[in-house]
């Protein structure tokens, strides 16, 4: 069983953080969302205190597979799922494998198109240059990376704790998560589909999902609306946390209310 926190009551919200990430990602929004709302957040299999699945290798269905078990362990049919990133990635495999899951659905900073064809070569840059220069190296580097660079002094701190935090991913976990977003297929036809409403939070400075990309999925469900973040990377949690936290909190509530977005 992976590793969660469950706090508070009333109206179910999931959160499934982004690579090499774990639940302390949305910790501020847990405290404050979790007096409205039962909040869950997990450790996907090989982040945090969540052990690696034992196969030899992990894919983006294997991690939507272990979420999904611990849903059914809780008796929890019906949820609004954030996803930040890789989160974002596991959420659409989950709502693939079981449509009814979702009683709204939070692209953060994530995308339901597969990976270029640049992508995956940087994906393969990646592995190479972490064979080479080890988790530590890559880490260091990557981190700041995720923020917009006009950000990254005035939040010195949480990109020294989210390095921290990052650090202590598996060389083992880091290679097999990486080669799963490599290798995952394209689910644009379940934003297409899904019949719950979409919230996208998108950086306008995202490198990690650039802002063309976000654009493309942006119209493709029914009921949708879109929080486009001026001087913003890929943490908008942190870049902008209370523009993100008051938008999650008014879209859970207008999922719940089956309004429209």
């Known amino acids: 069983m992976i590793a969660y926190s469950d706090q508070g009551n009333g109206s179910p919200i999931l959160f499934i953080h982004g690579f090499c990430e774990t639940k302390e990602l949305w910790t501020e929004y847990n405290h404050i969302l979790a007096h409205t709302n039962r909040v869950i957040s997990v450790d996907l299999p090989g982040f945090g205190e969540s052990e690696r699945l034992i196969e030899d290798s992990m894919s983006i269905e294997d991690l939507a597979d272990s979420v999904l078990e611990l849903l059914d362990s809780l008796n929890l049919e019906e949820l609004v799922i954030v996803g930040h990133s890789l989160g974002g990635y596991v959420a659409l495999a989950m709502a693939e494998k079981r449509p009814a899951i979702c009683s709204g659905l939070c692209m953060f ?33 990557f981190v700041p990376s995720l923020f917009y660079p006009s950000n990254r002094e005035r939040l010195e701190a949480e990109i020294k704790n989210l390095q921290s935090i990052a650090m202590q991913t598996t060389e083992y976990t880091v290679n097999e998560i990486t080669l799963a977003m490599r290798n995952r297929k394209d689910r644009t036809h379940i934003l297409k ?18 802002f063309e990309m976000s654009e493309k999925q942006m119209n493709l469900a029914a009921n949708s609306r879109s929080l486009i973040l001026e001087h913003t990377g890929h943490m908008g949690m ?5 523009t993100t936290l008051n938008a999650i909190q008014r879209f859970v509530k207008n999922a719940y209310e089956k309004s429209t977005l």
């Open 109 to 141: 900073h994530s995308t339901a198109f597969a990976d270029t064809e640049e992508k995956k070569l940087n994906r393969d840059k990646t592995l190479d240059f972490i064979h080479r220069q080890g988790i530590e190296s890559f880490v260091t580097a």
């Open 193 to 210: 589909s899904i019949s719950a409403p979409v919230l996208y939070i998108i950086g306008k400075e995202d490198l990690a999902v650039p």
């Open 238 to 242: 942190y870049e902008q946390r209370e």
